[in-house]
């Protein structure tokens, strides 16, 4: 038999052999769900009957890859059949006719989905708090934000509610969640996943949240690659990702910092996370050495304008009337970008970027750095509807490390690493060269094996 907190590969091996089923497997999960998911609020909708009827096809021998092994989809994306609200009202009801491509792959490869997670609304902040429905909740702090857009499934698998998460992250949204909730999650490099049959995104990667190393690059094996008429993909790698987690790294250039690029505080438990991941890669042979990439503050302050065009260019258009204060005033700041300020911001960020992308290229195989700056807000904390641009101020003093890396397009992780003084869960960040989701996962494997973090489950959803 399993528990809800068994890795999803060890779930779709016993599936397969016929030890455990797939019904098993779901009413495992809906059981945990009816029982704990009060207090979290990681799911905006379920759909388990649906679950269920799909585990009764699985057959033991089944040759899909996750055949019966349940996940959760993030509300951001679209899905046949169950409600898609993008975590907002406008959507409410809003229930697609196709699959977007990502969970069209992952349903052939034998995947059962059990519902859809919490988001913020449009995935615009990195909490997860939609007026429209109610708040994900930290399952080690309920009063605390499980961060965000991603909460619902960080919490989610964290609490073993589900044994792995389709995610997604446009400015840190996998791994600022990843981070607090004390488990691993990777964005992919750009044009890595496809967005199809949607617009190809230069911000937001699709990418997974698991407890281990494998099992998210497992996911991202199932996600990968191009769809007909991309416009743009991240070349393959050699071997699978899977594989390649397999594989001892090497010896590694690796620098760290614990120095944000805007001038806000980092908590003590977030530097020396950072400062003993460096000793322990130090140790074990790798060339480590502090060092800061050369952005400088303006590339956070140009970020802003991307996200607002590209909140005012959704289609369909949201009403305005049933959008959040903040999106609302991000659609107007798009509406008023004209053109030539767009192409002109992406030019300033081109030239800016170029002395990162060198570091990179001449000197460095990763980078470590914090994942987020602070503990997790508690729920409600950021929330300015007066001045709701105050809250990507607000979202800046707590997550000043991860937005950079989506304007570069590079892959990064977040590892689950320690534990601050409110027994908070803080991870580092790990910020690869670009297209090489490959190197992180074979650097990750290793600090996984070195100072593992699978037995840690938030104390009343611990029990398997």
């Known amino acids: 038999?399993?528990?809800?907190?068994?890795?999803?590969?060890?779930?779709?091996?016993?599936?397969?052999?016929g030890e455990v089923s797939s019904v098993e497997l779901v009413e495992l999960y809906a059981r945990r769900i009816e029982a704990l998911d009060g207090r979290l609020g990681s799911f905006l909708t379920l759909c388990l009957d649906r679950a269920m009827d799909e585990a009764r096809s699985v057959r033991p021998g089944d040759p899909r890859p996750f055949a019966g092994v349940p996940?959760?989809?993030k509300d951001l994306y679209d899905t046949e059949g169950v409600r898609t609200t993008y975590g907002s009202a406008a959507f409410a009801e809003h229930v697609p006719g196709a699959d977007e491509e990502s969970v069209r792959r992952i349903r052939a490869a034998g995947f059962v989905v059990l519902g859809k997670t919490n988001t913020s609304e449009f995935g615009s902040v990195p909490w997860t708090e939609p007026r429209a429905f109610h708040a994900a909740h930290n399952p080690w702090d309920i009063e605390r934000t499980p961060g965000g857009s991603s909460g619902g499934a960080a919490a989610g698998v964290a609490a073993g509610l589900v044994p792995l998460a389709q995610a997604s992250d446009g400015g840190g949204s996998i791994r600022i969640p990843a981070s607090v909730c004390g488990v691993f999650g990777l964005k992919p490099s750009r044009g890595r996943v496809s967005a199809a049959p949607g617009p190809f995104s230069l911000l937001s990667q699709r990418g997974p949240i698991a407890r281990t190393v494998a099992d998210a690059a497992a996911l991202l094996d199932v996600m990968a690659g191009p769809a007909p008429g991309d416009a743009f993909w991240a070349p393959s790698p050699e071997r699978s990702f899977l594989g390649s987690a397999g594989v001892e790294p090497g010896r590694l250039r690796i620098a760290f910092t614990t120095r944000p690029i805007a001038?806000?505080?980092?908590?003590?438990?977030n530097r020396a996370a950072v400062e003993e991941a460096a000793g322990l890669l130090e140790q074990l042979?790798?060339?480590v050495w502090e060092e800061a990439p050369p952005a400088d503050e303006s590339l956070l302050y140009r970020f802003p304008v991307l996200?607002?065009?590209?909140?005012?260019?959704?289609t369909p258009r949201p009403n305005p009337d049933l959008v959040e204060p903040l999106n609302r005033e991000l659609m107007r700041m798009g509406d008023s970008t004209s053109a030539p300020d767009h192409q002109r911001t992406w030019e300033d960020l081109d030239r800016a970027l170029r002395p990162v992308a060198s570091f990179f290229h001449s000197r460095v195989d990763v980078l470590l750095m914090p994942s987020v700056a602070t503990p997790p807000p508690r729920i409600g904390e950021f929330r300015?509807?007066?001045q709701p641009l105050m809250e990507l101020i607000r979202a800046g003093s707590f997550t000043p490390f991860t937005s950079l890396w989506n304007v570069t397009g590079q892959?990064?992780?977040s590892v689950p690493w320690s534990f601050d003084s409110l027994g908070l869960p803080v991870g580092v960040q790990l910020v690869g060269r670009p297209a090489d989701e490959s190197t992180l996962f074979r650097l990750s494997t290793?600090?996984?094996?070195?100072r593992p973090w699978g037995d840690h489950r938030p104390p009343g959803f611990d029990e398997g």
């Open 1 to 17: 038999m399993t528990d809800a907190f068994t890795s999803a590969l060890s779930q779709a091996r016993l599936v397969r052999s």
């Open 71 to 73: 996940i959760s989809i």
């Open 263 to 269: 001038p806000v505080e980092v908590a003590p438990a």
């Open 285 to 287: 042979g790798h060339e």
């Open 307 to 314: 996200w607002a065009v590209s909140m005012a260019s959704r």
């Open 384 to 386: 300015n509807d007066e």
């Open 411 to 413: 892959p990064a992780v």
């Open 446 to 450: 290793q600090l996984e094996t070195a």
